[in-house]
Antibody
Framework: EVQLVETGGGLIQTGGSLRLSCAAS????????MNWVRQAPGKGLECVSVIFSDGSTYYADSVKGRFSVSRDKSRNRLYLQMNSLRAEDTAVYFC??????????WGRGTLVTVSS | DIVMTQIPLSSPVTLGQPASISCRSSQSLVHSDGNTYLSWLQQRPGQPPRLLIY???NRFSGVPDRFSGSGAGTDFTLRISRVEAEDVGVYYC?????????FGQGTKVEIK
């Protein structure tokens, strides 16, 4: 079955760090364009990062310099390293595949809560 | 960044009646390759988003044919021909023509 499963969320203090993981099955992450999209409680969607199949990465201005996306080919996993976390980073973080330039596959998300 | 604006933000609909959502982008979504990367997502309560329509008007696998998309350039529309109970949720337009990919604010479809 083709699916994405995110883990690693939790409660973290302001200024702390957290690493999210996204495990893929049924396809190869490194051959695809993979994204992290977040959704603050009761709010809309925001794409915070993308990693293309050639390894190039892009970040939203809101997380640039604090978040880093990477992937592990051997484990077929995507990661999001989040540093210097702020209250406004509180959200459900989804891993999503961009195929044919459309978000065709989503995980169920993992909740990150940043609190002082 | 390309701003996506949806109208309305809330749409109470009677079962079996049509619904329509408009999405306008702050600049043209025509990519240099000639395609327009405008999609529509559905998010049911407590669920992750799900792809409904891609490249303006193409229904994704498994999407009922009561959903249709249209538009060009900067103006796009999602239509549901006859709303069913399972269509309740929030609908987002999204553009992937230019990074950062951006989303509309979401339109909540609910049953009257």
């Amino acid at each position: 079955e083709v699916q994405l499963v995110e883990t690693g969320g939790g409660l973290i203090q302001t200024g702390g760090s957290l690493r999210l993981s996204c495990a893929a099955s049924g396809f190869t992450i490194s051959n695809n364009y993979m994204n992290w999209v977040r959704q603050a409680p009761g709010k809309g969607l925001e794409c915070v990062s993308v990693i293309f199949s050639d390894g190039s990465t892009y970040y939203a201005d809101s997380v640039k310099g604090r978040f880093s996306v990477s992937r592990d080919k051997s484990r077929n996993r995507l990661y999001l390293q989040m540093n210097s976390l702020r209250a406004e980073d509180t959200a459900v973080y989804f891993c999503a595949r961009l195929l044919g330039w459309s978000f065709d596959l989503w995980g169920r998300g993992t909740l990150v809560t940043v609190s002082s | 960044d390309i701003v996506m604006t949806q109208i309305p933000l809330s749409s109470p609909v009677t079962l079996g009646q049509p619904a329509s959502i408009s999405c306008r982008s702050s600049q043209s979504l025509v990519h240099s390759d000639g395609n327009t990367y405008l999609s529509w997502l559905q998010q049911r309560p407590g669920q992750p988003p799900r792809l409904l329509i891609y490249k303006i008007s193409n229904r994704f696998s498994g999407v009922p044919d009561r959903f249709s998309g249209s538009g060009a350039g900067t103006d796009f529309t999602l239509r549901i021909s006859r709303v069913e109970a399972e269509d309740v949720g929030v609908y987002y337009c999204t553009q992937t023509t230019q990074f950062p990919w951006t989303f509309g604010q979401g339109t909540k479809v609910e049953i009257k």
